[in-house]
């Protein structure tokens, strides 16, 4: 494919791509999930870690809680958690 019909091809694409903040907030997801995060705030030294790695954005940064309606249960969360405030424990059947 030659530059120019790439440029055309990535100016007729890119409205397609792009969504407005918030496009997804109707897919909960949560349900995908075999094990889910429990945050101990005991244990919790509130350093965000937490937060700035899950990929679902479904940590809340000022109380740590997690939103299960989004969290996917990939673990990063419990993995990046120094202190130990999050394990991950199976979800009930």
Do not use: Q
Not at 16 to 24: M, N, R
Not at 59 to 87: L, M, N, Q, V
Request: with cysteine.
């Amino acid at each position: 494919m030659g530059l120019e019909k790439y440029e055309a091809f990535v100016r007729r694409t890119r409205n397609c791509l792009t969504y407005s903040p918030g496009w997804s907030l109707e897919n909960r997801t949560g349900a995908w999930r075999a094990t889910r995060p429990v945050h101990d705030a005991a244990s919790c030294n509130s350093c965000g870690l937490c937060w700035l790695y899950c990929p679902d954005n479904c940590i809340d940064p000022s109380t740590f809680a997690i939103d299960y309606d989004y969290c996917k249960g990939c673990g990063i969360c419990a993995a990046e958690c120094r202190p130990g405030a999050i394990t991950m424990e199976r979800e009930p059947e």
